[in-house]
């Protein structure tokens, strides 16, 4: 069965990186684009960026165009999502999600992985 | 980017009662339009893609409706297992956007 199990929960100070995984089973990796999706204390879900698993190839949301970098391990069949110069407001619940049907949506969570941003 | 607003945000409803949340486009998404359900602590499960497929898996008594900048989701005879929060998102572009979720209660 498909499985996304990402790793666990961080502490950052202001102004320090992140970088979490998503390490994938249960199906063929590279068939299917990984997105990594956050989600705020009592906020909408709010998209970040794809990585096309095959190629590498990502694109992100403006949002956090400057401060994010997804890449992927072909090998490993984990997907990374780096964030920088966090800052309080990056304190969140962070889900990668499978992209079904050429992304035309996301039909396979992860467990999601908590990110206090605090001094 | 295309904003997706959801109405009502909190909705009451009895267990076996039939209930409808709205979603409204800025712009026309075509039929490009999902369905998730999160309960509390966990990761959103997929419900509903092209407005109207559901996923396979889910009960039949979930159903999806609508094009262009309108869409509903109707659940028919509540069951408990139904309460929960309640997302549409776009995806006729790739800044990809979800509505604010309509959180469905027990009355």
């Known amino acids: 069965q498909v499985q996304l199990v990402q790793s666990g929960a961080e502490v950052k100070k202001p102004g320090a990186s992140v970088k979490l995984s998503c390490e994938t089973s249960?199906?063929?990796?590279?068939?299917?684009?990984m997105h990594w999706v956050r989600q705020a204390p009592g906020q909408r879900l709010e998209w970040m960026g794809w990585?096309?698993?095959?190629?590498?190839?990502?694109e992100y949301s403006q949002t956090f165009q400057a401060r994010i970098t997804i890449t992927r391990d072909t090998s490993a069949t984990t997907v990374y999502m780096e964030l920088s110069s966090l800052r309080s407001e990056d304190t969140a619940l962070y889900y990668c999600?499978?992209?079904?049907?050429?992304?035309?949506?996301?039909?396979?969570w992860g467990q999601g992985t908590l990110v206090t941003v605090s001094s | 980017d295309i904003q997706m607003t959801q109405s009502p945000s909190s909705l009451s409803a009895s267990v076996g009662d039939t209930v409808t949340i709205s979603c409204r486009a800025s712009?026309?998404?075509?039929?490009?339009l999902n369905w998730y359900q999160q309960k509390p602590g966990k990761a959103p499960k997929f419900l509903i893609y092209?407005?109207?497929i559901l996923q396979s898996g889910v009960p039949s008594r979930f159903s999806g409706s609508g094009s262009g900048t309108d869409f509903t989701l109707t659940i028919s005879s509540l069951q408990p297992e139904d309460f929960a929060t309640y997302y549409c998102?776009?995806?006729?572009?790739?800044?990809?956007?979800f509505g604010q979720g309509t959180k469905l209660e027990i009355k």
């Open positions: 249960g199906y063929t990796f590279t068939h299917f684009d």
């Open positions: 990585i096309n698993t095959g190629n590498g190839n990502t």
């Open positions: 712009q026309s998404i075509g039929s490009y």
């Open positions: 999600a499978r992209g079904g049907d050429s992304n035309s949506y996301f039909d396979y």
């Open positions: 092209a407005a109207s």
């Open positions: 998102q776009q995806s006729y572009n790739t800044l990809y956007t």
